[in-house]
């Protein structure tokens, strides 16, 4: 039975769920996610999700019954002296905490991950041949193992299972090579093979893979589970090489080229934006597209050297356009209008696990940028 099959949920079930896809250590080193209010064992009924959360959201989780909120933003960025309602985060955090309401985010953990914010942004704009912008480095390391070649598809599969080999768009990568083991068992050992102080010579295999860091305890834990060794021999290496599914931002290609000014109106279409900013016209066609959803000016010189056609983000200052250099069309098409899409995202990340507990999205227009148009 999945540990998710059942009716009863506790914070921490939903933490795991999440931490799935996005895991907390892929967060940007300046980032506040995960939990930031209330007990992992905390009892949740429902769950409420927002992309930031204010008084109004949690307001609305006490109407709606929801023990959880889960927003993008994280409620807490800076050190806090006191916990008294002398600001809007402090009496947020006091009502949340009044009504025993957890709160929890997934910010740039989710943002550097190739299927969360950016690629929820992509498939809203139909963005195809995706590749990550700027990729992290160090996120990979190397497991080398050593098992009988009785075992050795055994272990591999367990490995896979837990999530070695997957290299961009293939999985159960591994090189295999065979040799002859040795070994003299000790008076206390209960060996699998040989005799206790004979030494031994056993045909073995030894088995390489690829695995994300931040899955390499479970790798591990899942290969002792099954090796037949009483003392299994592995090594651990860090590896340098790019990750093509984690980092900042995305680039991918419309099915079909569209002129600057089409473009612009698919931008503000999927997005909702009431004003883009933006460079000025290149008059090239738009084709390929980088996006990066929130706050992605540094993504810029990487965009450019990619040769994408335009680039959507937001948050860029007057000076930042100058840098596009009409090399491509730069557009600034708002910080939470690029990321209001993340509230299905995390919904449908959790109902994924769970498909009979649905999460509310929040109604609260949270935005604190609003637009004036001068009546006509």
Do not use: W
């Given at each position: 039975?999945?540990?998710?099959?059942r009716?009863?949920?506790i914070?921490?079930?939903?933490l795991k769920?999440l931490?799935?896809e996005a895991?907390?250590?892929?967060?940007?080193?300046?980032?506040n996610?995960?939990?930031i209010v209330?007990?992992?064992e905390?009892t949740?009924r429902g769950?409420?999700?927002?992309?930031d959360?204010t008084e109004?959201v949690?307001?609305e989780a006490?109407?709606?019954?929801c023990?959880?909120?889960v927003?993008?933003?994280?409620?807490?960025?800076?050190g806090?002296k006191?916990?008294?309602?002398?600001?809007?985060?402090?009496?947020?955090?006091?009502?949340a905490i009044m009504?025993?309401?957890a709160?929890?985010?997934a910010h740039?953990?989710?943002d550097?991950v190739a299927?969360?914010?950016?690629?929820k942004?992509a498939?809203?704009?139909?963005?195809?041949h995706?590749?990550?912008?700027v990729?992290?480095?160090g996120v990979?390391?190397?497991?080398?193992?050593y098992?009988p070649?009785?075992h050795?598809e055994?272990?591999r599969?367990?490995?896979?299972?837990a999530?070695?080999?997957?290299?961009?768009n293939y999985d159960n990568c591994?090189?295999?090579?065979?040799?002859f083991g040795?070994f003299?068992a000790g008076k206390d050992?209960?060996?699998f093979?040989?005799?206790v102080n004979q030494?031994?010579?056993?045909p073995?295999?030894r088995?390489?893979?690829i695995?994300?860091?931040?899955?390499?305890?479970?790798?591990?834990n899942?290969?002792?589970s099954?090796h037949p060794?009483?003392?299994?021999?592995?090594?651990?290496?860090?590896?340098?090489?790019?990750?093509?599914q984690i980092?900042?931002?995305?680039?991918?290609?419309?099915d079909k080229?569209?002129?600057e000014a089409?473009?612009?109106?698919l931008?503000?279409t999927?997005?909702g934006t009431?004003c883009?900013?933006?460079?000025a016209?290149t008059t090239k066609?738009?084709?390929?597209?980088?996006v990066?959803?929130g706050?992605g000016?540094f993504?810029?010189?990487?965009?450019?050297?990619?040769g994408?056609?335009?680039?959507v983000?937001?948050?860029?200052?007057?000076?930042?356009?100058f840098?596009a250099?009409r090399r491509l069309?730069y557009?600034?098409?708002?910080?939470?209008?690029t990321?209001?899409?993340?509230?299905?995202l995390?919904?449908?990340?959790?109902?994924k696990?769970?498909?009979t507990f649905a999460?509310?999205?929040?109604?609260?227009?949270?935005n604190p940028?609003?637009?004036y148009?001068?009546k006509?």
């Open positions: 039975m999945d540990k998710f099959d009716m009863d949920y914070v921490n079930d939903i769920i931490a799935g895991p907390i250590s892929l967060q940007d080193s300046y980032d996610a995960g939990l209330g007990h992992p905390q949740v769950v409420l999700v927002s992309i959360v109004e949690v307001k006490i109407d709606k019954g023990d959880l909120i927003s993008h933003h994280p409620l807490i960025f800076k806090l006191s916990l008294v309602p002398s600001g809007p985060v402090e009496r947020t955090l006091l009502l009504n025993n309401i709160i929890a985010s740039t953990n989710l550097n299927e969360g914010v950016n690629g942004i498939a809203k704009l139909r963005l195809n995706l590749q990550v912008l990729p992290k480095t990979f390391r190397k497991i080398v193992v098992c070649l009785s050795a055994q272990v599969e367990a490995m896979f299972a999530g070695a080999g997957q290299i961009g591994s090189f295999n090579s065979e040799g040795t003299r050992a209960d060996p093979v040989g005799s030494l031994h010579q056993e073995e295999v088995i390489e893979s695995v994300p860091s931040f899955r390499l305890q479970a790798v591990v899942q290969m002792l099954v060794y009483e003392e299994v021999a592995y090594d651990l290496f860090p590896v340098e090489n790019n990750s093509k980092g900042s931002g995305l680039i991918g290609y419309l080229p569209l002129d089409a473009f612009l109106d931008v503000q999927t997005f009431p883009l900013r933006h460079t016209f066609p738009i084709h390929k597209v980088a990066c959803g706050s000016a993504l810029l010189k990487e965009a450019v050297r990619l994408a056609d335009a680039f983000t937001a948050d860029v200052k007057y000076h930042d356009f840098e250099d069309l557009i600034d098409a708002g910080h939470f209008e990321e209001q899409f993340t509230k299905e995390i919904c449908d990340i959790i109902q696990k769970i498909p999460p509310s999205i929040s109604e609260v227009k949270t940028v609003q637009y148009f001068k006509k």
